[in-house]
């Protein structure tokens, strides 16, 4: 469809909360906690957390939750009963506050949830999802969606995407998709005609820091390089990086039971722990950091272009601020782009 | 509603606890039927995590008991487990976990009366603080569908 | 810091040591750890007040360690440490020299890590004001007020180990949490499997956690998860004296005490 | 609706075969019969087997396709899941999805000569294809089984492995490491390679499939080179660990190639092209 594009004053914001809440919308809006922002179910527009340039995490909790129940199971004296997840119970959501680059991201989610097999609880999840994006006015040392194809007003992933115009200015809403349209005629009075265009302007400047299409085409042959070492000494193998992600969807299957009653539930795992890929022999095929390291960077840059046809990485910068050591993801594609074979 | 019947999981050591529970047995001294015994080679063998299993299991109440300080069959291991019942302790008491429904007793195999006594009282202090929901609400995964942050 | 510099490279030159580990530039205000073995690449070496990563996370990594003999910058909280692996046989003279950084920001070099302990026994492990109102305030909660405070913060956590893996202390090559037989903590961020963890991290850390902060610091949602190794360290100090790391190795869960007081034991 | 990918079939343990130290065979039937009746697979595939309340353990279907009604998998106790199938009676249900992966393409071997290889715990996964080809035999030339396990106890599947010795149109040669022979043994006393290498079959017109520990695969390779065959005939299976066996938990690939969907089977050709993670 064509994009519509409406104004959206600033003092509506709060009364299009108002009116998706009476229409029982569950809202899921960046909050602050410890200083560090993640989507949480929200009842009050005054809780939203606003001004970010980022959140710590992503939004792909909405549609691939950290801890996921994919069956129950039950045994009795009559045997063994599984029941599937319902996903009639799955509710409506608006994903509030989004920003383009995890907007997007949510493209390069389903592009794994759909490779083949299609995994129809993440389908189902997401296809509840309306999500509301805003672009950036603002950016840091560690955005850098413009290398990997996206832009600080990217309406890709977003249902509805707004745009503040200037400092205490309204918002142009761009409607994006049917979902999004539908969330228009629960407020029409809300969404005002409007013929304003170039929003360019009030968006974060962003250069380009780096080729993404290079970087696949170096990655070919750099497998063995020893850029892999020197980059990964300091890493210490924890999951933050994988964690705060918009793609990353390495997960784990486990079993959680209580007497004769439990659950299998998928859980979010990480291609940075040692443990990630060991045999029940012992053996394990990457046994060293650098190896994991590797594996982070050619699956988003290497290993999906070729297979899924997406780059795994919106350059949303998050990995970079949540790493405890300061593996700095902008930094080493760059210097892997300069290292010469 | 049936009266409140508290779940004690008592993790005794083999030679004192366990044989002076057995002595209050052939002494048919009665006492509380809520407790299930689970016998340890010694208490130094008593892990923490046992005990936060058993909360998360149903338990409502625990008892932890074994020799006597000096009576140990391994020499030093109620030493050992004193230190860490200590540490373990105060880190409940810290998490808010509620440290009335861990009991710790010292039993030897001659005192078949004392661990009669033991199980009565806890039982019954038990059964006034009544069961231990405020542990069951956040244990009650799996029945929740998707844990959000 | 000239003096660090100039000693790294006469060490790298000398082939005394084959890794200086120290801190660099990192991005924007942050600094970040530096691996020297390159004379030329000293010059990179920085020091200042930013600089508060546990350097000694990394003498027990494989991959450092195999380097051959390293050399870390250590701030006293690194030094005690150091002390603690050594008591627990991780490093030793033959593979690490110190070259300390005094709360003066004066280099100090020890010829063995007998030196170093000496020097850090000078100093007492202090909880800084802020943690220690905030233990202050946990304290005077009612026990299912705690209950409530723990459940909410640790609610958040995803289990990224991020904690662990900045600890120096936590350098098992197998967690308990990786092994399944049996599973003790659930694999899944769940509530009740958090707090698991995060007991269970505590207790291992009771009497050998030097306060240095580095889990905290490391936490991607900065979750409070130190105030639990804190008051580990105030009450073992209150039970059983006071605690410093000591290449003794007589550390304060693996020994004991037959005149240990307790109140709490029927 | 969609089917949900991560439900599995529910299956009974028919029969319990014990095969060696550790090492049991479960005869699988569907719990429904609708289950059974949309079920199929093909020889090399591999499926996620499940104890309810413990977790999923991946391994092959070890029963050769052209047998209708059952499968059967073939494990040895040695992880979380696997010890917990072993504590299983017969009767038991357990969990079973699948089949995942590619298949041995048993049609583009036909009128060649077939040699299997395999050593210890390694002959299930190529079980299911000896099966299938001996069940169209005359599709293929000559059949040649090399088996070897570190001792007499370690073999798997001792009254196949009689069955195929008294067959006329089978030749199986089995070997036990030195040191692993019994009193009674009357096989090779040898190492796998070895054994190859000493029996040397033809490789004219030859497809050689490989299974068995890293370090038998490895000595093995470099002796059907010398034999003369060519690695686009040399097949073997690889088994990174899964967990879900559909390309999404990330755990299995090997460069940009996944175990799970692109393979398990590969030919020699194609491991050369791939980075040494497996």
Known sequence: MNIDKRLVRKDSLE????????????????????????????????????????????????????????????????????????????????????????????????????????????????????????????????????????????????????????????????????????????????????????????????????????????????????????????????????????????????????????????????????????????????????????????????YMPERLSVYGCTGCGRCSRACPVDMNILEHLISIQEVTV | ?????????????????????????????????????????????????????????????????????????????NFHARRRWIMFRSLCDFTGIDTERIKFSWVSAAEGAKWAEIVNTTVASIRELGPYTDYKKVAKYPEKEVIHG | MVDLIKRAKELLESSAVKVVIGYEQGTGNKTRALFVEKTEDADKLIFDSRCIQNLAAYVTKKEVKEKGKMAIAATLPVMRSIIQLASEFQVNDNNLLVLGITPESNLIEFANLVEVETFVHQYQIEIDARNKEMLDKLAKMTSAERWKFWVDELAPCFKCYACRAACPMCYCSRCTVDFNQPQWIPVPSTELGNLEWHIMRAMHLTGRCIDCDACYNACPLSIPINLLTKRMLVDAKEHFGNYQPSLKGDNLMSTYKPDDKENFIQ | MMDNLYMPY??????????????????????????????????????????????????????????????????????????????????????????????????????????????????????????????????????????????????????????????????????????????????????????????????????????????????????????????ENIYTTLENRMKCGFGKCGRCNVGNVYVCKDGPVFTLAQLKELPDEY
């Open chain 1, 15 to 302: 009364k299009l909360f108002d009116i998706l809440k009476r229409n029982s919308k569950t809202i899921y809006a960046p909050f602050t906690k410890n200083g560090k922002s993640t989507f949480r179910d929200t009842e009050s527009f005054g809780a939203i957390s606003t001004g970010y340039i980022q959140t710590t995490e992503s939004a792909k909790d909405i549609a691939f939750p950290r801890t996921e129940k994919l069956l129950d199971f039950s045994k009795s004296k009559e045997g063994m009963s599984v029941k599937g997840t319902d996903l009639n119970d799955i509710p409506d959501v608006i994903l509030w506050g989004v920003r383009p680059c995890d907007a997007s991201g949510i493209g390069e989610l389903s592009s794994i949830f759909n490779w083949d097999y299609k995994d129809e609880i993440y389908i189902n999840r997401l296809s509840k999802v309306t999500v509301f994006g805003f672009s950036c006015s603002k950016s840091d040392e560690y955005c850098f969606c413009t290398s990997v194809g996206g832009n600080p007003g990217n309406t890709a992933g977003s249902d509805i995407l707004f745009t503040l115009l200037g400092e205490e200015g309204d918002y142009l809403a761009e409607i994006i998709t049917e979902k999004g349209l539908a969330v228009v005629d629960l407020a029409q009075n809300l969404f005002e005609k409007t013929d304003i265009s170039g929003k360019e302007k009030f968006l974060a400047e962003l250069p380009v820091k780096f080729s993404h299409e290079d970087i696949r085409l170096k990655l070919d042959k750099f497998f063995e390089s020893k850029e892999w070492i020197e980059q990964s000494l300091r890493c210490l193998g924890c999951g933050a990086c994988a964690y705060v992600c918009p793609t990353c969807a390495c997960f784990d299957i486990q079993d959680e039971a209580h007497g004769k009653k439990g659950s299998r539930v998928r859980c979010w795992d990480s291609c940075g722990f040692s443990h990630f890929t060991v045999h029940t022999s012992g053996y394990n095929p990457r046994n060293v950091q650098s190896a994991r390291w590797r594996q982070r960077i050619m699956h988003k840059f290497s």
């Open chain 2, 1 to 77: 509603m049936a009266e409140f019947e508290p779940k004690i999981v008592a993790f005794v050591c083999n030679w004192c606890t366990y044989a002076g529970a057995d002595l209050t047995g052939t002494s048919r001294i009665k006492y509380a039927s809520n407790v299930r015994i689970i016998r340890f080679p010694c208490t130094g063998r008593i892990d923490y995590m046992l005990l936060l299993k058993a909360f998360d299991e149903g338990a409502d109440g625990i008892i932890v008991s074994g020799c006597h300080p000096n009576d140990c069959h391994y020499t030093s291991g």
């Open chain 4, 10 to 231: 529910l299956m009974r343990i028919e029969r319990i075969t014990y095969e060696a130290p550790g090492v049991k065979t479960f005869m699988l039937k569907f719990v429904n019969e609708a289950d059974q009746d949309k079920f199929s697979y093909k020889a090399g595939q591999f499926g996620e087997y499940s104890v309810y309340g413990v977790g999923e353990s991946t391994f092959c279907i070890a029963s050769s396709p052209t047998r209708k009604g059952y499968i059967e998998c073939t494990f040895r106790q040695t992880g979380k899941v696997t010890n917990a199938l072993s504590g299983c009676e017969e009767g038991s249900i357990i969990g079973f999805r699948g089949p995942y992966g590619n298949v041995f393409p048993l049609d583009k071997w036909k009128g060649k000569n077939l040699l299997f290889i395999a050593g210890g715990i390694a002959l299930p996964p190529m079980r299911c294809v000896i099966w299938n080809a001996l069940d169209m035999r005359d599709n293929f030339k000559d059949v040649t089984i090399i088996y070897g396990a570190r001792t007499v106890k370690d073999l798997v599947y001792k009254e196949e492995l009689k069955d195929w010795e008294l067959r006329k149109d089978v030749k199986l040669i089995t070997t036990v490491d030195p040191g692993g022979e019994s009193p009674d043994w009357k096989g090779e006393i040898g190492f796998v390679p070895t054994i190859v290498e000493k029996a040397a079959p033809s490789s004219k017109d030859t497809i050689a499939i490989v299974c068995g520990p890293p370090v038998m695969i490895k000595y093995t390779f470099p002796v059907l080179a010398k034999l003369g065959f060519a690695d």
